[in-house]
């Protein structure tokens, strides 16, 4: 099983661009989320769903939009890129039955906006 | 938000030290879980912990549930090169339609000279 898959593995986008991060998982997995790690401050959630068609904000949603059109695919999507969002982003994805869960994570897609 | 405290941020030993971190929080987790990320990688999880003041041990891993359910340390006994690496705690909470949301702490990179 390929598991949680990113792509891309690196981008380097200018200040104003929109560009969407891939995250696919072949797990059936319910739960989908993405976090943002930065030096010093750990991974920060920015958007989670439940399920397809359901999905919240975390700690730092703004600047993000998401969306779970398929239980496989989560893209995150950034409208209009700015020097604050550089960072590492991961994907993570677990199943969800009410109960405690335990994150599969993808290997990460690391952003510069310059 | 809800913050967690991790301690040390960072760690240098001789091979085949003891190791010991932990985590600390002014708000109430129902989970504890205890992450360790490579370099270039996602987090994988190595102990998850459900109840208030569960021990539980995988391998030379130990971690423990604060009785208050506002803390938990990690240690690793006996370090071998493998170790290094950066370890994350995590608290879980309750978001929408009973899903859990993860706050992580700023995690403890161990280095570990041979």
């Known amino acids: 099983n390929a598991g949680v898959t990113q792509t891309p593995k690196f981008q380097v986008l200018k200040t104003g661009q929109s560009m969407t991060l891939q995250c696919a998982q072949d797990?059936?997995?319910?739960?989908m989320s993405w976090y943002r790690q930065d030096p010093g401050m750990g991974l920060r959630l920015i958007h989670y769903?439940?399920?397809?068609?359901?999905?919240d904000q975390g700690e730092v949603p703004n600047g993000y939009n998401v969306s779970r059109s398929t239980t496989e695919d989560f893209p995150l999507r950034l409208l209009s890129a700015a020097p604050s969002q550089t960072s590492v982003y991961f994907c993570?994805?677990?199943?969800f039955g009410g109960g405690n869960e335990k994150l599969f994570f993808g290997s990460g897609t690391q952003l510069s906006v310059l | 938000g809800q913050q967690l405290n991790q301690s040390p941020q960072s760690m240098f030993i001789q091979e085949g030290e003891d190791v010991s971190m932990n985590c600390t929080s002014s708000?109430?987790?129902?989970?504890w879980l205890w992450y360790k990320q490579d370099p270039g990688e996602g987090p994988v999880l190595l102990i998850a912990?459900?109840?208030?003041?569960e021990l539980t041990s995988n391998g030379r891993l130990t971690a423990q549930f604060g009785i208050t359910r506002k803390d938990s340390f990690l240690n690793i006994s006996a370090s071998i090169p493998s170790d290094v690496g950066i370890y994350f705690c995590a608290g879980q909470l309750r978001g929408i339609q009973g899903a859990q949301k993860l706050v992580f702490g700023q995690g403890t990179r161990l280095t570990i000279n041979p």
């Open positions: 769903s439940v399920g397809a068609g359901i999905t």
């Open positions: 708000s109430i987790f129902n989970t």
């Open positions: 797990m059936n997995h319910e739960y």
């Open positions: 912990l459900y109840k208030a003041g």
């Open positions: 993570a994805s677990s199943y």
